[in-house]
């Protein structure tokens, strides 16, 4: 039960290559007829580019074998070596994955960001752009891990387009694809026997073997395989969060960024277990019938996993804590010891929430108000619920009713799990912690969703003119632009992100808590609306 889309974007892709020659994806994307650009000589075979002006292109670049079966739901292969010079112009396919999950759920002005691209479990791909190829560049290398969760999403995005931050900044891009939902975190390892045993958080395992692609290839793309920083927003600062727990990823990366995705304790195998035993029942299979889950159609796997529209509950996917490939944590109890010399740049945005379907955006009244906080701290009393919206009054004078109900849902989700993170790090004290706070409010649908989740990636990525349906047009977004894309580079550089264009950035820690707050105008600020946030806190922990 695919989206008829997928269906379109399948069957125009093998239209286009049976006309041109030029065939991609699970096909092999080897090319009879091929266009200029540079070529780079990787492990696997050469791979021809694209110049883009400043900076040269490698799209749909195979770091993994296919993943279909039977190799589904295992560890990821080594891609096959290939002859002659495979294109690598244009972007491959993206992990299978339903529709559903990001349209119409996410708000219109980040789903124009999509490219849809068609679906494969012939997905392990990654992107590329350096200003030159060549061993004598040493740049450093960013790795972007894409959000969605662990079900949507691809390293294709339009904000996610590394040709301005890898022109601008002198930078090597790295965007990834990897496996998602069920075919990257269904966990068989507790069901499946000695054959299925390593059948356990295999969505990582990809990002893993990105990241030893860029350890053995980047260099002849310009980057520095000494010098890698992950970086990625929402699931993708959650992938960052685990990867930095997980004993193969120890060494192939070196500094961290985490976007509003912070992850402190990872899926428990007794509970990915039982979403195991019910996906199976789903399909009227058994534990000894998984290995007919090789035999399965991609399309019948995907349906399994839709909530039909509401009418069952969706199946949580994350990483598990299964002892071997995640030992622990990822930051539960403390942080990981074993990236503890890795530094850690880590933030939120104000209004997280507004990305998300259902949430208030139109003014309310008192009476709506305190209704509405009453119902997020439960266990709060009528005069607590007072207190608490009086005290984030006090801290935001200028702020509507529903300015001040956004940001307090935001800050008792997205930013609580954001300063645990920080705070475990801090504590540590082995490599320096740098947090950050976005405030900037988007002009888009009249200025409605504020500071949104996701709003701050245009801006990281420098890519502000080619995401105008999240920012607008506002000369304002410029300079903003350019003080976060220097900041974000000069971490990945160096491990700091102070530059020239920004206040001076203490590193944060425990006492004085120091923060960046991004805006129109910058400011370092030690611990930002602190007395609401500790209130919401202790009315939160109420049982």
């Known amino acids: 039960m695919i989206d008829r889309r997928q269906f379109v974007g399948l069957g125009a892709l093998a239209a286009g290559a049976a006309a041109t020659g030029t065939w991609s994806g699970a096909l092999g994307q080897i090319s009879t007829k091929m266009p200029s650009g540079p070529i780079v000589d990787t492990t696997a075979g050469k791979v021809r580019g694209a110049n883009l002006g400043k900076v040269q292109a ?18 990821p292969q080594k891609p096959k070596a290939w002859t002659g010079e495979r294109d690598c112009s ?20 980040v789903e124009a ?53 890898a022109g601008k900044h002198d930078v090597v891009v790295v965007t990834v694809n990897h496996r998602l939902s069920v075919f990257g975190y269904l966990y068989l390892a507790g069901l499946g026997g000695e054959k299925y045993a390593t059948a356990s958080n295999v969505g990582q395992l990809d990002i893993v073997a990105a990241l030893e692609w860029v350890r053995d290839n980047i260099a002849a793309f310009g980057g520095d395989p000494k ?25 192939l990366f070196h500094r961290a960024i985490v976007q509003s995705g912070a992850a402190i304790r990872g899926f428990s195998p007794e509970a990915a277990t039982k979403t195991t035993e019910e996906f199976l029942s789903r399909l009227s299979l058994t534990a000894k019938d998984i290995d007919k889950l090789q035999t399965l159609p991609m399309e019948k796997i995907l349906e399994t996993s839709d909530t039909f529209k509401g009418k069952r509950p969706p199946l949580p996917m994350s990483p598990v804590v299964d002892g071997r490939t995640l030992p622990g944590g990822p930051f539960d109890p403390t942080a990981p010891a074993q990236s503890a010399d890795v530094p850690l740049l880590i933030g939120t945005t104000e209004t997280e929430v507004t990305f998300f379907p259902g949430m208030p955006l139109e003014p309310m009244d008192d009476a709506e ?60 004290a082995k490599a320096a ?51 976060m894309a220097k900041a974000w580079v000069a971490f990945a550089r160096t491990g700091n992100p102070n ?23 910058c400011k370092l600020v030690n611990d930002p609306h602190a007395a609401e946030q500790k209130l919401l806190r202790q009315l939160q922990s109420l049982t």
Not at 64 to 71: D, L, R, V, W, Y
Request: glycine content about 12%; proline content about 6%.
């Open 58 to 75: 490698f799209k749909g670049v195979p770091y993994g074998g296919s993943a279909a079966p039977p190799n589904r739901f295992m560890p």
């Open 90 to 109: 244009k972007l491959g396919p993206r992990s299978p994955q339903l529709l559903s999950d990001f349209h119409g759920f996410v708000p219109p002005e």
């Open 113 to 165: 960001m999509d490219r849809d691209e068609p679906l494969s479990e012939d997905c392990l791909l990654l992107n590329v752009w350096t200003p030159s190829v060549g061993t004598s560049g040493k740049r450093p290398v960013m790795v972007w891990l894409h959000g969605g969760g662990y079900t949507s999403g691809s390293g294709g995005f339009i904000c996610y387009d590394g040709a301005e931050l």
């Open 227 to 251: 010098n890698v920083t992950l970086f990625g927003q929402s699931g993708g600062g959650g992938k960052v969060s685990t990867l930095m727990a997980m004993p193969s990823a120890k060494g």
């Open 369 to 428: 108000l305190h209704k509405r906080v009453k119902d997020l701290v439960k266990k709060a009393s009528d005069d607590q619920v007072k207190q608490l919206i009086a005290a984030y009054h006090g801290g935001r004078p200028k702020d509507s009713n529903t300015d001040l109900f956004l940001i307090l849902s935001s800050d008792a989700g997205f930013r609580a799990g954001v300063l645990t993170e920080a705070d475990r790090k801090a504590q540590q």
């Open 433 to 483: 912690v740098y947090q950050y706070y976005f405030t900037w409010r988007s002009p888009v649908r009249d200025g409605k969703l504020r500071s949104f989740h996701t709003i701050e990636i245009p801006f990281v990525f420098d890519n502000v003119d080619n995401c105008k349906s999240m920012v607008g047009s506002g000369q304002d977004r410029y300079a903003l632009a350019d003080r």
């Open 499 to 521: 530059h020239a264009g920004l206040p001076k950035w203490d590193a944060f820690d425990t006492t004085k808590r120091a923060t960046m707050v991004f805006d129109k105008d």
